[in-house]
């Protein structure tokens, strides 16, 4: 079957940097994509990856092994206000989005 | 302000009711997508629709049904709803096909009694 895992919680503090681990198994792969949800809200586009390798965005960089089945999303100088859910979703051979349950991310001052 | 609009923003609904959850987009996009999100689970796609007059199933879509006679507008369609589609309900739209961004819309809440 498909399948997406990202941790449930991760806890930082603000100004540190943390890394969100996401690895996927799906039938075919045509790229990655990350996005925010502040609680109550719509999800955000961050970041789409279909090549391997770094790509950075200000704050956010996000990475894909694709030989690995991994990517992880990193911020840096964390602010309060990137205590968000971030979700993983992977493209399949079929172009359907599969989705991870979410990584609820909680910033601490 | 170009973007996604859901109504209701939020219901409550008796079992065995039928109800229509409405979806406009403005931003001209081709594919329209929904979907639900419950606690613990990934976003589920219900039913999409890659451009006008088409539509197409998604990974969770008994119980619910579509239509897109137009680019802006896309309806999701309860037939009957029971208590297990309670859930908060996400309209989304891409330019062209999945592998481009989805813009979301701010959601449905939707509680089946």
């Known amino acids: 079957g498909q399948n997406i895992d990202q941790p449930t919680e991760m806890t930082a503090t603000e100004g540190a940097i943390v890394q969100i681990n996401c690895t996927y198994q799906t039938s075919g792969f045509n790229g990655l994509f990350w996005y925010q949800q502040h609680a109550g809200e719509a999800p955000t586009f961050l970041s789409y990856?279909?090549l391997d390798g770094l790509e950075e965005k200000g704050r956010f960089s996000s990475f894909l092994s694709r030989s690995k089945g991994y990517s992880y999303l990193l911020l840096k100088e964390l602010q309060m206000k990137d205590s968000a859910s971030y979700l993983c979703a992977a493209l399949d051979s079929n172009y359907q989005l599969i989705w991870g349950a979410g990584t609820k991310l909680i910033i601490k001052p | 302000i170009a973007g996604i609009t859901q109504a209701p923003t939020s219901q409550i609904l008796a079992a065995g009711r039928r109800m229509t959850l409405r979806c406009t987009q403005d931003?001209?996009?081709?594919?329209m997508y929904w979907y639900r999100q419950d606690l613990g689970l990934g976003l589920r796609l219900i039913h999409y629709s890659n451009t006008a007059g088409t539509t197409g199933k998604g990974e969770v879509p008994d119980g619910y049904s579509v239509s897109r006679a137009n680019t802006d507008d896309f309806p999701l369609t309860l037939a009957s709803a029971v208590p297990s589609q309670t859930s908060v309900y996400f309209c989304?739209?891409?330019?062209?096909?999945?592998?481009?961004?989805?813009?979301f819309g701010p959601g449905t809440r939707l509680t089946v009694l």
């Open positions: 931003m001209r996009h081709n594919a």
């Open positions: 990856n279909v």
């Open positions: 989304a739209s891409s330019s062209g096909g999945p592998e481009d961004t989805q813009y």
